[in-house]
């Protein structure tokens, strides 16, 4: 839905034609055809769009039809290549302008003489008066910013050389503007669009849901088998996100030899051909696991990531749903875990006294926020979009939550009993030693600093005591417990208000036995066909066609576009030229080997 009634004017029939034969689709998705009625028509726009929505489409495509070369702003130099392979295999005039392209004046000259299309370039060249002398020299038909939440410092991701697109943009104030996110609240948004000076009625949200993504939250209870389980129920390409370099190669290292998957690692401190080797690797591979810190996948346009996992929590809602977002573009479902610890959140709060004053409020709400997700006895689809000011139904029949729904316990005399025992024992122990005194656990540490003889010693048995640990759990994620930096616990937050009765606690009941998987059994993420022939013949030649032109599979043709071919077998040009994702030239470069395989099955 567009977040206006605003009557948009209508797509020239041009955009409908260039959708058919460019890019090989009959109809127009969500709000891309209102993001693009308003860029042909020359004004700004704010394009709210969720991971897969085919927001490249919305300046790739006006960029075939106007005069000139549209300029895109986008982050990482990866992500600007993974695009180019994909403009250029549709018949876009498409160049890159970065510090690792040797060919920067054939590119610049053929910028001048109005030979591209498309320019990507990054936000630090963008701002540079160079680049402006150099657009000086050419016509621009349209300014895109990608990834423009980076541009709001209120926003999670800011990047100080986005606050610089401004002064360029106004520089050439004839140019339409357009700006594209899929991650930002309503306070961001309206950073962008005071940033970027587009006006308010130009702002269209096509909403944050991808109902494709399964989520799914967790405790973090043996790892390495936990994600040895998820691998083995999704046998296509994965991201795994680890907080730490250390854990990363750990991860890699033990997956990689008990799965016998291909399990690579990505982090910073790896030197940059193993980095870029690595992530190449990803981007062509059909099965292939990474391992990773989040300095991994903004980067990535890889549109069959099966599942994304968390090893830990992400830093926000935000993060949250722009990493697992990387799973699924391409429309097929796809699995969002997260594997999560009460230490987590102790050393979150921990790392807050480190952030600037200024910025600390900002940081503990989103933090807050993300407890209230893991900690949700609900549809944690429900959660997440409300968080972005959405207005979604309770349930989604596609979350952990929503296909087992978890038994809530009404917990808050065993926490007024539990932050009693924190407080009497010195605020200065550990939940395994306030457990024991809590217990009436006959311990020689217990004894010695004469705990056994405190008012709470032995107050909690029998199932109350099953639910100390998933309620310290609880309470360190909402803050109410925080962790010394010695690794005891202590009173924070809303501890006060529990002890006095004033707040009540609510709690999910564990299961009994293994954790909840979190989907329905039997399900699967992979919808290609399984012992299809004709399918995995046809998966084989894109491969091969893939290798030979050193561009990932995905850049021939998605899975979906091969399932359509192994359904419809079109027996010539004409009839292959209708088949989805097929547009003339990559009919012309590569319809009749796809129709030879077809013909011998």
Known sequence: MASTAIAHPPVPQAAHEALRSVFGFEAFRGVQEDVLARVMAGKGTLAIMP?????????????????????????????????????????????????????????????????????????????????????????????????????????H?????????????????????????????????????????IPEEGMIIAGF?????????????????????LMGEHPGPGIIYA???????????????????????YHAGLPPEQRAANQSAFVASEDMV???????????????????AHAGIPKSIEAYYQETGRAGRDG??????MFWSAGDFAQARLRLGEVDEARQQGERQRLDA????????????????????????????NCDNCLQPPQVVEATELARKLLSAVYRTGQSFGFGHVQKVLTGASDDRVIQRGHDRLSVFGIVE?????????????????????????????????????????????????????????????????????????FDALRALRRDIAQELEVPPYVIFHDATLREMAAARPASLAEMGSITGVGAKKLEAHGEAFLSVIRQH
């Open 243 to 265: 907080p730490t370099r250390r854990k990363v190669e750990e991860l890699a290292e033990k997956l990689s030899a008990s799965t016998g998957r291909t399990v690579l690692p």
């Open 157 to 197: 991701d800011f990047r100080p050389d986005y606050r610089q697109l401004a002064p360029l943009m106004e520089q050439f104030a004839g140019v339409p503007r357009l700006a594209l996110t899929a991650t930002a609240d309503a306070h961001t948004r309206r950073d962008i669009l005071h940033q970027l000076g």
């Open 370 to 397: 993300l407890a209230s997700l893991v900690e949700a006895p609900t549809c944690r689809r429900a959660v997440l979009l409300r968080h972005f000011g959405e207005d979604p139904p309770e349930t989604c029949g």
């Open 209 to 229: 849901d991808r109902p494709n993504i399964r989520y799914a939250i967790r405790h973090r209870q043996g790892l390495q088998g936990q994600l040895e389980r």
């Open 290 to 308: 990474v391992v990773a810190t989040i300095a991994f996948g903004m980067g990535i346009d890889k549109p069959d990531v099966r599942f994304v």
């Open 332 to 337: 097929d479902p796809a699995q969002a875990v």
């Open 51 to 155: 991971t897969g929505a085919g927001k490249s489409l919305t300046y790739q495509l006006p960029a075939t039809l106007l005069e000139g070369t549209c300029i895109v702003i986008s982050p990482l130099i990866a992500l600007m290549h993974d695009q180019l392979r994909a403009a250029r295999a549709n018949g876009i005039r498409a160049a890159t302008l970065t510090s690792v392209d040797a060919d920067w004046r054939e590119t610049q000259d053929a910028f001048r003489n109005g030979e591209l299309d498309l320019l990507y370039v990054a936000p630090e060249r963008a701002s540079q008066p160079h680049f402006r002398d150099l657009l000086g020299q050419g016509r621009i038909a349209l300014f895109a910013v990608d990834e423009a939440h980076c541009v709001s410092e209120w926003g």
């Open 462 to 534: 029998g199932e109350d005591a099953r639910l100390l640990q998933p309620l310290a759990r609880a309470l360190q994620a909402s803050g109410a417990l925080v962790q010394t930096e010695h690794g005891g616990l202590a009173l924070g937050g809303d501890a006060r208000e529990i002890l006095k009765g004033e707040k009540q606690v609510s709690i999910i009941r564990p299961p009994e036995g293994q954790s909840r998987r979190g989907g329905r059994k039997g399900r699967s993420s992979a919808p290609n066909p399984v012992g299809d022939p004709l």
